[in-house]
C-alpha cells in the first residue's frame, strides 16, 4: 500500500494530573524532516520522541506539537498544614518577644513558609510515558490518513495509466498514415524537378524518412514503463523517487512522439500524453 506524504493527526487525553495534545501536521519532502515542539516541562522526551517518529515515518515535512496543562487543585479548595502553621506562628511570637516595635505577624507570610500550603506532586515520569504513548498513537492515526490518501492518489494514477494505453496502440495505428504522408508529399516533390518520379530515388529518402519517423521503440518503452508503474502501485511501500523516475521517462518517450511526429494526429496524441504524465507527476510528488 503506497502512502501520501499529506496529512494531519490529532489526539488528546485527560487525566488527574492534567491533559495532553499532540498535533502532527505532514506536507511533502525529499527527505524526512520532524519539527517539534514542546513544553519546557516535557522537554525531556524530545530524542525519545524522535527516534519514534524516524522509526514509523519514511519521508515528508512532520510538524509535531504537543500541549501540556496541569491539573489546577484551586476548585477544590487550598490544603493547608494546620500544625506546620502553628508552629511557624509560635515561633514568630517567641521571636518577635525579643524585638522592640516588632511588626504584627502577616498570615501570608506564614502560609509562604515551604510545606504549610500542601501541593499534590505530579509525577513526571509518568507525564512523560503518557505524553511517548499518546504521540505514537498520534503517529498511528497520521499513518492510516496518510493510507487513505495514498489509495486515492494509486486510483488517480492508475486512472492516468489506463487513459494512456489506449494512445499508445492509437500512436502505432497513425505511423502507416503518417509513412504514406510523407511518401506522397516526396511523390510530389520530386515531380517538381523532374517529369516523372525516380522511384528509386524515391525509396532512398523514403528509407531515410522512415527511420528518422520510427517510434516503435519509443511506444515499446512507453509500454514497458506503464507496465512498471502498475507494478510498483500494487507492491506498494516507499515508492514516490522510484515513480518520480518513471514520471521523467515517459515524459522522455512522449516528447521524442512529439518531436518526431509529421502528423496532426501524432502531435495530438503527444500533447494529449504530456498532459497525462504531468497530472501523474503532480500526484507523485505527494507519495512517500
Given at each position: ?272 500524453m504530456k498532459v497525462l504524465i504531468e497530472q501523474m507527476r503532480e500526484q507523485v510528488q505527494n507519495i512517500?
Open positions: 500500500m503506497i502512502q501520501s506524504m499529506t496529512a494531519f493527526a490529532r489526539k488528546d487525553i485527560q487525566a488527574e494530573w492534567g491533559s495532553l495534545a499532540w498535533e502532527i501536521r505532514a506536507v511533502n519532502h525529499r527527505y524526512l524532516e520532524l519539527f517539534l515542539r514542546l513544553p519546557e516541562d516535557l522537554r525531556a522526551i524530545e530524542n525519545k520522541v524522535r527516534e519514534l517518529g524516524r522509526k514509523k515515518l519514511g519521508r515528508g515535512k512532520v510538524e509535531c506539537g504537543l500541549r501540556y496543562a496541569p491539573a489546577n487543585h484551586a476548585a477544590s479548595g487550598v490544603e493547608v498544614n494546620e500544625e506546620l502553621a502553628k508552629q511557624v506562628a509560635d515561633a514568630a511570637k517567641r521571636v518577635a518577644h525579643h524585638m522592640d516595635n516588632a511588626a504584627r505577624i502577616d498570615p501570608m507570610e506564614i502560609l509562604s513558609w515551604p510545606g504549610v500550603i500542601q501541593s499534590e506532586d505530579i509525577d513526571s515520569s509518568l507525564v512523560q510515558q503518557q505524553a511517548l504513548d499518546l504521540f505514537s498513537k498520534t503517529v498511528n492515526e497520521l499513518i492510516e490518513t496518510r493510507q487513505r490518501e495514498g489509495e486515492r492518489l494509486q486510483d488517480m494514477i492508475q486512472q492516468r495509466c489506463d487513459a494512456m494505453r489506449p494512445l499508445v496502440e492509437q500512436a502505432k495505428v497513425e505511423m502507416p498514415k503518417v509513412m504514406e504522408s510523407v511518401r506522397q508529399k516526396l511523390r510530389e516533390r520530386l515531380e517538381e524537378f523532374l517529369e516523372q518520379a525516380d522511384e528509386t530515388r524515391l525509396e532512398q529518402e523514403m528509407a531515410l524518412q522512415a527511420q528518422k519517423l520510427d517510434i516503435d521503440e519509443e511506444m515499446d518503452r512507453l509500454t514497458t514503463h506503464l507496465d512498471e508503474v502498475e507494478r510498483i502501485l500494487k507492491k506498494g511501500g516507499a515508492v514516490g523517487r522510484r515513480l518520480d523516475f518513471l514520471m521523467q521517462e515517459l515524459h522522455r518517450e512522449a516528447n521524442t512522439l512529439g518531436s518526431k511526429s509529421a502528423h496532426i494526429e501524432t502531435t495530438r496524441i503527444s500533447v494529449e512517500e
